[in-house]
């Protein structure tokens, strides 16, 4: 169970102690509670919670004879030492048990019937085991508020609160959002934000899953379901490349709850997820989810059963030289039997994935890379461009952690963002990277074990900067890269060696193909959507989309078949750190659609070439094989935890940006995960929605005679920019502008190229604030 | 209160307090002294001028008694409840209060003019003057009969409010 350390009996020179008559070992700093959970015994616990930070001993449920000590000694902060002779069953400690589980269930409303936790509620089942049975306690509990919304996601029920500080702790160490405290004292004390104000925090609904009882619980979950009317599945998180462990709660079909992993990934997200991927489930059934074919006709669209759509596909696309674009969260199945069609149901088809080229990223990738667990032990972390915490949000978890264990943390960007607080950042200039890359060489040379977190968009743009930074890293034997992905399963789609989408572009250009078939791919609202736009323009053939939500691509395409979500469907998906981790499938999805890869099948027998595989395991180990990163990789491997790629996936068809072009101010632009795409569908997420807003400093602002509130677009040489609302403020630099992607709409995107080279804009007012 | 004046207070003493949390007591004391209770706002400022988060500094504040995060009167009577005082007549002069300021003799409160809080207080360390009584953050001062307390409070009444209300 997650709420104790795990402890490896297998080191050498173990403490060799007593436990309950049993001579046992365990490493030394082990702490008793978890030393006996790997022997077998269980301590009652509830305030320790290793990850979250040291033993706070605030609830007294584990008290352990200790022979030798006076009185009866906490195990979740008593280490293991030599000889030592410890009773966890004596009188003395039932005694003990006994006392403290009556004084924690004193005020406790024992609501259990009622309480979202029952069933799965470490206090009810550590009452069940280890406690009195009975209370002499007669008096009037205390009465609260029931319930209290602590945010729109969070509700707070007071009286069931046994004060063991695990939120408190989580907001002020872990996420050290400085939000929760505990206020009053006494009897009185009680969990709270500043004044009461929502609890705002990118990592909020992690305190539910620590919380040891039912004072904590989910308002999208609320009373929707009990633990024993559920299946839980272990899955993945697909909504940005950290890729989490997650465990899908399904009910009837439907996933009713993400939670953090009861056994967490040690190696990335450690049981703890963003906001955005513990509540944008009900994405799946929000308005812009397709749910049933759609075939558009001179005479209208109209819908079509999926039978149907699949030959229409089919019939569309026979005899056709297909130009097949992959998006960036499709799964490796997906991919690699699209791009298989190529050498057989849809022969001479270009196969390309969306996503960054990333040439220069190369020598990047080929050196020794570490996992987010690994960043655990460094000494040093760099954060060489981007900002982990909009675009990789539990990589910031980690490097909270690592900052706390004592690591220096340092780096350098063009944008200001949260972690910088953490260490000595340098602001570069916009396509100046390199700069700030040359000025840590030092730092990563003197290092013992540093880890350099580089940011994928922001070095891919940047050739001379990625190539120092690769050779700072290689001068020091002992560094580790850790790449900070923009696409969820960008190393997946490398692996498989797609080149990039430039491939189908140039083919589309040239009129070398005439059918498009795109897989949760949406050239129209992907930075280089101006170059798709004037293409798509003069293209006569048949546009076919596979795809789960409605997007800008969806809207104009002849076909639409529609495709299962990442909570529906079975798949693999490469994390940023190359982790191999397989998507299970929770929900059913609607009736009317069915998953990407069974639709590519499907597509194939339509087109008179039977795959030989029936199985999303089966189609991973045939796309898989011959691909050198995936040596090695099967289904099985990859288990419930994952497993790192083999190889580094290498990228086909290499080429460096050129540097900014054109006239104006230069652009940076953050990728936002939390309130970004994904909280736009989700109805428990939509009010982090981020804006579409252009954010710059005063003197900036004035130089282009635009003031806040504004309307504008952007203009740049790879074409024009939707609306974005000007928002002036200070602490940010001048001479750089700032804009979200993936903002409604997508208007940032239609300035950027592809390959994210820098860009200058021109501001343009269209509408006075 | 604005940060910049709780800096300022603070710098003259940073030297005097090896743990920079240690600075939130004296900042939200002096923070106080401008309304004699804290405010939202106080708070934040508190939060501004030390560097830590406001839901800290509130959690701060609601943990100590003289520390007041709801409104109170212009000055605050506390009476000393432990037992060397009760022993020399404080629930006398605690009734009494109460009865004269027109306040609930279970909690205290403050009088309907806004003048007066009557409020308990544990051993004060003048057990050798009980029954005592502290008024704000002055010296302690006793014994006290329920009369001669009565006095007191009328006299607070009439006396002009000091300009920091230290409590
Ligand atoms: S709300 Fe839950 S986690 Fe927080 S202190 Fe209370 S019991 Fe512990
Ligand atoms: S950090 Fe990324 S993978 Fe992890 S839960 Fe959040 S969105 Fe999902
Ligand atoms: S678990 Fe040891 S004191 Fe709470
Ligand atoms: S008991 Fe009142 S001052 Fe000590």
Redesign the interface.
């Known amino acids: 169970m997650a709420e104790y350390a795990p402890v490896d009996l297998t080191v050498e020179n173990q403490v060799e102690f007593e436990l309950d008559g049993r001579r046992v070992a365990a490493p030394a700093g082990t702490m008793l509670a978890d030393a006996c959970y790997a022997h077998g015994v269980e301590i009652p616990i509830f305030c320790y919670e290793p990850r979250i930070g040291p033993p706070i001993g605030a609830c007294r449920m584990c008290l352990v004879e200790v022979e030798g000590m006076r009185g009866l000694q906490t195990a979740c902060s008593t280490p293991v030492a030599p000889d030592m002779v410890v009773r966890t069953t004596t009188d003395a400690v039932k005694e003990a048990q006994d006392g403290v589980l009556e004084v924690l269930l004193a005020n406790h409303p024992l609501d259990c019937p009622v309480c979202d936790k029952g069933g799965e509620c470490p206090l009810q089942d550590r009452t069940f085991k280890f406690g009195p049975g009975t209370s002499r306690y007669v008096e009037p509990k205390r009465h609260q508020p029931k319930p209290l919304n602590l945010s729109h996601r969070i509700a707070l029920d007071r009286e069931r609160c046994i004060s063991c500080f695990r939120c408190v702790r989580f907001s002020?160490e872990v996420a050290q959002?400085?939000?929760?405290?505990?206020?009053?004292?006494g009897a009185r004390s009680e969990i709270?934000?500043?004044?009461g104000d929502p609890y705002r925090g990118r990592f909020s609904g992690n305190i539910i899953d620590v919380c040891p009882v039912g004072a904590l619980t989910s308002i999208p979950y609320r009373f929707v379901s009990r633990p024993w009317d559920v299946q839980n599945t272990p899955s993945v998180c697909g909504l940005c490349p950290v890729g989490c462990n997650t465990e899908l709660t399904v009910r009837e079909g439907r996933t009713k709850r993400v939670t953090g992993r009861p056994e967490p990934n040690p190696a990335v997200e450690e049981g703890w997820l963003c906001d955005t991927g513990r509540w944008a489930y009900d994405a799946s059934w929000s308005q812009a989810r397709i749910t049933a074919a759609v075939v558009r006709e001179a005479t209208g669209d109209r819908t079509a059963t999926l039978e149907d759509a699949v030959d229409g596909a089919a019939a569309l696309l026979r005899g056709r030289t297909a130009g097949i674009l992959v998006g960036t969260a499709a799964t490796v199945e997906e991919a690699g039997i699209a791009a298989d069609l190529a050498g057989g149901a849809l022969p001479g088809a270009v196969v390309a994935r969306m996503g960054i080229p990333g040439g220069a990223l190369a020598p990047l990738r080929a050196l020794p890379g570490a996992q987010l667990g690994d960043v655990d032990d460094a000494d040093l972390v760099v954060v060489a461009g981007g900002d982990p915490s909009a675009q990789q949000p539990v990589a910031e978890l980690r490097l909270r952690k690592a900052r706390r264990f004592g690591a220096t943390v340092t780096g350098c960007g063009p944008r200001p963002h949260a972690l910088e607080a953490l260490g000595t950042f340098i602001r570069t200039a916009p396509g100046d990277l390199a700069a700030g890359v040359a000025s840590l060489a030092e730092a990563i040379a003197a290092a013992t074990r540093p880890v350099v977190m580089w940011d994928e968009a922001d070095l891919a743009g940047e050739p001379a900067a990625a190539e120092a930074l690769a050779a700072a890293i290689a001068a020091n034997p002992a560094a580790r890269q850790l790449e900070l992905g923009a696409e969820v399963n960008g190393s997946g789609l490398r692996a498989l060696g797609l080149p990039d989408a430039g491939a189908v572009l140039d083919a589309v250009r040239a009129g070398t193909v005439d059918a498009l078939l795109l897989v949760h791919a949406d050239p129209l609202d992907a930075p280089g959507r101006a170059a798709w736009d004037a293409a798509l323009e003069g293209f006569a053939g048949p546009v076919i989309a596979i795809a789960s939500h409605a997007d800008a691509t969806t809207e104009r395409a002849d076909l639409v078949l529609p495709a299962l979500t990442m909570w529906e469907q079975e798949g693999t998906l490469v994390s940023m750190n190359g982790r191999v981790q397989r998507l299970r499938p929770g929900a059913r999805g609607p009736e009317g659609a069915a998953a990407g890869w069974e639709l590519l099948v499907a597509l194939a027998h339509r087109l008179g070439v039977v795959p030989g595989y029936r199985t999303a395991a089966a189609a991973f180990r045939a796309v898989t094989a011959g691909r050198p990163a995936f040596a090695g990789i099967t289904p099985e491997a990859a288990g419930v935890l994952g497993v790192p790629l083999a190889a580094p996936a290498q990228v086909a068809g290499a080429s460096a940006p050129p540097p900014a072009s054109g006239e104006g101010v230069p652009l940076v632009a953050t990728r936002t995960v939390y309130g970004g795409a994904a909280a736009r569908r989700s109805a428990a997420l939509a009010d982090t929605a981020a804006p579409a807003e252009l954010r710059m400093a005063p003197d900036t602002a004035a130089a282009h005679w635009v003031n806040d509130g504004d309307r504008v677009v952007l203009r740049s040489s790879s074409g024009e920019s939707g609306r974005l609302t000007v928002r002036v403020g200070d602490g940010l630099p001048e001479g750089v502008v700032f804009a979200p992607l993936g903002a409604p709409g997508s208007p940032t995107e239609g300035v950027l190229p592809a390959d994210m080279a820098p860009v200058l804009v021109r501001v343009a007012r269209v509408e006075a604030g | 209160m604005d940060a910049d004046r709780i800096r300022a207070h603070l710098d003259p003493i940073r030297h005097e307090f090896a743990d920079p949390r240690s600075l939130v007591m004296p900042a939200l004391k002096f923070a106080q002294t401008e309304k004699g209770h804290l405010t939202?706002e106080d708070?934040?400022a508190v939060a501004e001028a030390t560097g830590?988060?406001?839901?800290?500094i509130?959690?701060v504040a609601?943990?100590y008694d003289r520390l007041y995060t709801r409104p109170v009167g212009n000055r605050v009577v506390s009476v000393c409840v432990t037992l060397s005082c009760m022993l020399r007549g404080a629930d006398e002069v605690w009734d009494a209060l109460c009865e004269h300021e027109g306040v609930d003799h279970h909690h205290g409160g403050t009088s309907a003019d806004g003048r007066i809080t009557i409020q308990e207080a544990q051993c004060l360390g003048y057990c050798d003057k009980g029954a005592c009584i502290q008024v704000d953050a002055e010296e302690t001062k006793g014994p006290y009969t329920p009369e001669e307390a009565v006095k007191l409070v009328e006299e607070l009444r009439e006396a002009p409010t000091p300009a920091e209300l230290w409590r």
């Open positions: 002020q959002d400085g939000e929760l405290t505990m206020q009053e004292r709270t934000t500043f004044s | 939202r708070m934040a830590y988060s406001p839901s800290f509130e959690s609601s943990f």
